[in-house]
């Protein structure tokens, strides 16, 4: 069954909710207070179903001027709006606002209904349409039906019934795919039950038992039951109006204006940089004015920025500006938002959310960027903000997008760099050309300097060339080249050869031989790099060369054996395999006194060759 959203509009008294339950037999007005005063006051909610396959959910807003941030928390995700207008009283200040406010939440279907039929002649009617026309003229509702109705004598309610059909059967429906949103609009406590939440599902779907995020304050919650139109199931997808029972949450810290979401997909936010309508009617806006921000079910206060000048924003204009949110708002890029002065209390523009983390300061052109370009170009442009790039949750809060239309894209960018080492991350394609030239000729000149040396350590390389940037990522940039090599934790160039002078050859054999012929003997250090024919800084590279070849094993700082002499010694512990020794035994079997015989013994525990056990030591 396909779920349609309508949403009605309209001056206070022209007969919206009455239209909504002679449509559905549902009356909408819950509050006492509504029943009493016989206006609406907060939103109402009721449901339909027709032949065509059909489920239309209302959402009853009042009318009042007062009561226009109920309204507007009712408005958004509806896919037809309902202009009711009294043929008695036609058009009105209310009318003009939340028609308005439909434009300015780009709304795109709707139709005008002329109320109260039977109050008026036919002549009054059809002066009726022809304000009506003037009105929508250039709008969405340029070429929508105008019915007129009488709630009370049920004339043209079928003709605006099938009006609603056709209209809603060629409504698409909204992409379950994306990733879980509900704006809050009532939260009440159910005995039995616990906190309860309603809202209209904008995008994806939930199911029984997810766990979903609360915000802003990014609590993780439980969907303990769902129901849509009274009805308990087990998913709801986007379009349907539902009530979630939650798990984890008291109602009296759950209420409008909160946002649940699918977790970890989302940010929320104090700042954006937005693409902003100053409505004709409105007055000039001034730089740093206060005004209400409504977005969602939400309504928060903010301080409104030009990001260019700090002229007043002229009646009609439309341009980029960014908005300082007084309390933190989960918002979303391409999410629209209305705005309102302070005083009068009145609607005067709104827009679409384009960055929800802008950049301090950064050219307009970003925006123009953000605001049309295909995804590949808004992911290029982020991943060129950002120092060392970006990884997947914050490109799908930034962009909106989901996680494969991301890869997808990036992946076709020749101006990002992909890295999927240890998870998906992006960087910007000649930012990362550029650190590696930087790193090549670093390594250039380093061999040049020190011919006898493998390379620079990798943490090196990283302080310098990425400080701050995680370890991971100097890893997953190197790989990326063809001219560099990593041997471990060292990188060099791969054309880089250590090639010794005819001195430097002979000063390696004399210390490898003198080590090899000592066994486990254990040579002084310093004498056998004295002895070698060479200065101190070169014999001591020489060293070095022959422990990362391994032909020479150091044990500790001054203890280096042959790897020959250590082989020997494994094959003669492992013929006492199980046997339990103490210091004094070992000296017995290899000759080596005790100075070296601790750290020797330590160093076969590190190799799990032997294991101590006390004052003793088990051969594994």
Same mark, same amino acid.
């Given at each position: 069954?396909?779920?349609?959203?309508?949403?009605?509009?309209?001056?206070?008294?022209?007969?919206?909710?009455?239209?909504?339950?002679?449509?559905?037999?549902?009356?909408?007005?819950?509050?006492?207070?509504?029943?009493?005063?016989?206006?609406?006051?907060?939103?109402?909610?009721?449901?339909?179903?027709?032949?065509?396959?059909?489920?239309?959910?209302?959402?009853?807003? &009042?009318?009042?001027?007062?009561?226009?941030?109920?309204?507007?928390?009712?408005?958004?995700?509806?896919?037809?709006?309902?202009?009711?207008?009294?043929?008695?009283?036609?058009?009105?200040?209310?009318?003009?606002?939340?028609?308005?406010?439909?434009?300015?939440?780009?709304?795109?279907?709707?139709?005008?209904?002329?109320?109260?039929?039977?109050?008026?002649?036919?002549?009054?009617?059809?002066?009726?349409?022809?304000?009506?026309?003037?009105?929508?003229?250039?709008?969405?509702?340029?070429?929508?039906?105008?019915?007129?109705?009488?709630?009370?004598?049920?004339?043209?309610?079928?003709?605006?019934?099938?009006?609603?059909?056709?209209?809603?059967?060629?409504?698409?429906?909204?992409?379950?795919?994306?990733?879980?949103?509900?704006?809050?609009?009532?939260?009440?406590?159910?005995?039995?039950?616990?906190?309860?939440?309603?809202?209209?599902?904008?995008?994806?779907?939930?199911?029984?038992?997810?766990?979903?995020?609360?915000?802003?304050?990014?609590?993780?919650?439980?969907?303990?039951?769902?129901?849509?139109?009274?009805?308990?199931?087990?998913?709801?997808?986007?379009?349907?109006?539902?009530?979630?029972?939650?798990?984890?949450?008291?109602?009296?810290?759950?209420?409008?204006?909160?946002?649940?979401?699918?977790?970890?997909?989302?940010?929320?936010?104090?700042?954006?940089?937005?693409?902003?309508?100053?409505?004709?009617?409105?007055?000039?806006?001034?730089?740093?004015?206060?005004? *209400?921000?409504?977005?969602?079910?939400?309504?928060?206060?903010?301080?409104?920025?030009?990001?260019?000048?700090?002229?007043?924003?002229?009646?009609?204009?439309?341009?980029?500006?960014?908005?300082?949110?007084?309390?933190?708002?989960?918002?979303?890029?391409?999410?629209?938002?209305?705005?309102?002065?302070?005083?009068?209390?009145?609607?005067?523009?709104?827009?679409?959310?384009?960055?929800?983390?802008? &950049?301090?300061?950064?050219?307009?052109?970003?925006?123009?960027?953000?605001?049309?370009?295909? &995804?590949?170009?808004?992911?290029?442009?982020?991943?060129?903000?950002?120092?060392?790039?970006?990884?997947?949750?914050?490109?799908?809060?930034?962009?909106?997008?989901?996680?494969?239309?991301?890869?997808?894209?990036?992946?076709?960018?020749?101006?990002?760099?992909?890295?999927?080492?240890? *998870?998906?991350?992006?960087?910007?394609?000649?930012?990362?050309?550029?650190?590696?030239?930087?790193?090549?000729?670093?390594?250039?000149?380093? *061999?040049?300097?020190?011919?006898?040396?493998?390379?620079?350590?990798?943490?090196?390389?990283?302080?310098?060339?990425?400080?701050?940037?995680?370890?991971?990522?100097?890893?997953?940039?190197?790989?990326?080249?063809?001219?560099?090599?990593?041997?471990?934790?060292?990188?060099?160039?791969?054309?880089?050869?250590?090639?010794?002078?005819?001195?430097?050859?002979?000063?390696?054999?004399?210390?490898?031989?003198?080590?090899?012929?000592?066994?486990?003997?254990?040579?002084?250090?310093?004498?056998?790099?004295?002895?070698?024919?060479?200065?101190?800084?070169?014999?001591?590279?020489?060293?070095?060369?022959?422990?990362?070849?391994?032909?020479?094993?150091?044990?500790?700082?001054?203890?280096?054996?042959?790897?020959?002499?250590?082989?020997?010694?494994?094959?003669?512990?492992?013929?006492?395999?199980?046997?339990?020794?103490?210091?004094?035994?070992?000296?017995?079997?290899?000759?080596?006194?005790?100075?070296?015989?601790?750290?020797?013994?330590?160093?076969?525990?590190?190799?799990?060759?032997?294991?101590?056990?006390?004052?003793?030591?088990?051969?594994?």
């Amino acid at each position: 069954m396909k779920n349609i959203i309508i949403g009605t509009a309209g001056h206070i008294d022209h007969g919206k909710t009455a239209l909504v339950r002679a449509l559905t037999g549902i009356d909408t007005d819950r509050l006492k207070e509504e029943k009493q005063r016989g206006i609406s006051i907060d939103l109402g909610f009721a449901h339909l179903d027709l032949e065509e396959n059909l489920r239309l959910a209302f959402v009853d807003v &009042p009318g009042h001027e007062r009561f226009i941030k109920n309204m507007l928390a009712g408005v958004g995700g509806i896919d037809l709006v309902l202009l009711v207008i009294g043929a008695d009283e036609s058009i009105k200040p209310q009318t003009r606002e939340h028609f308005d406010i439909c434009l300015l939440l780009g709304i795109r279907t709707g139709i005008v209904v002329l109320t109260k039929a039977d109050l008026v002649d036919s002549d009054l009617v059809e002066l009726a349409r022809l304000e009506v026309d003037e009105f929508v003229r250039g709008s969405f509702l340029e070429n929508a039906p105008v019915v007129a109705v009488s709630s009370i004598t049920g004339a043209g309610l079928d003709e605006l019934r099938a009006e609603i059909a056709k209209i809603a059967v060629a409504i698409p429906e909204k992409d379950a795919s994306r990733y879980f949103r509900l704006p809050i609009d009532r939260a009440f406590s159910m005995r039995g039950f616990g906190a309860v939440v309603t809202g209209t599902l904008v995008s994806g779907s939930v199911r029984v038992d997810q766990e979903v995020e609360l915000h802003p304050a990014g609590r993780r919650v439980r969907v303990r039951g769902i129901q849509v139109h009274g009805a308990s199931v087990a998913q709801a997808t986007a379009g349907q109006r539902t009530a979630l029972n939650l798990a984890g949450v008291e109602a009296s810290d759950v209420g409008r204006g909160m946002l649940l979401a699918e977790a970890g997909r989302f940010r929320t936010t104090r700042q954006i940089d937005c693409s902003f309508e100053l409505l004709k009617s409105s007055k000039p806006l001034k730089h740093r004015a206060p005004v *209400h921000f409504h977005a969602g079910t939400a309504e928060v206060e903010a301080e409104v920025r030009r990001l260019k000048g700090a002229d007043p924003l002229e009646p009609g204009s439309r341009e980029y500006v960014r908005f300082l949110l007084s309390e933190p708002l989960l918002l979303v890029p391409g999410d629209r938002f209305i705005v309102r002065r302070f005083s009068p209390v009145v609607t005067i523009g709104g827009g679409i959310v384009l960055d929800i983390a802008p &950049p301090r300061r950064g050219p307009l052109e970003r925006l123009r960027v953000l605001e049309s370009s295909p &995804p590949g170009e808004k992911i290029a442009l982020l991943a060129s903000e950002s120092r060392y790039g970006m990884g997947m949750p914050d490109l799908v809060a930034r962009t909106g997008l989901l996680e494969g239309d991301i890869r997808k894209a990036a992946a076709a960018s020749p101006r990002v760099l992909v890295l999927d080492a240890p *998870h998906f991350w992006i960087l910007d394609a000649q930012w990362a050309a550029r650190q590696l030239e930087v790193i090549h000729e670093h390594l250039k000149q380093f *061999h040049r300097r020190n011919p006898l040396l493998a390379g620079v350590s990798k943490e090196e390389l990283r302080s310098k060339q990425l400080p701050g940037a995680p370890p991971w990522l100097m890893d997953a940039l190197l790989v990326r080249s063809k001219t560099l090599a990593v041997d471990g934790e060292t990188v060099r160039l791969a054309s880089h050869k250590i090639s010794f002078k005819q001195d430097e050859e002979e000063a390696s054999q004399k210390i490898e031989t003198a080590f090899r012929s000592a066994g486990l003997a254990v040579p002084s250090l310093a004498e056998v790099l004295g002895k070698s024919g060479v200065e101190p800084n070169r014999a001591r590279t020489i060293l070095q060369l022959l422990l990362r070849d391994k032909r020479l094993v150091r044990v500790s700082d001054e203890l280096v054996f042959h790897s020959t002499a250590l082989e020997s010694l494994r094959r003669l512990l492992a013929q006492k395999k199980g046997a339990r020794f103490a210091v004094p035994e070992f000296k017995d079997w290899t000759g080596i006194s005790r100075k070296y015989a601790i750290p020797l013994l330590e160093f076969l525990d590190r190799e799990h060759v032997t294991r101590r056990d006390g004052d003793a030591r088990v051969v594994l």
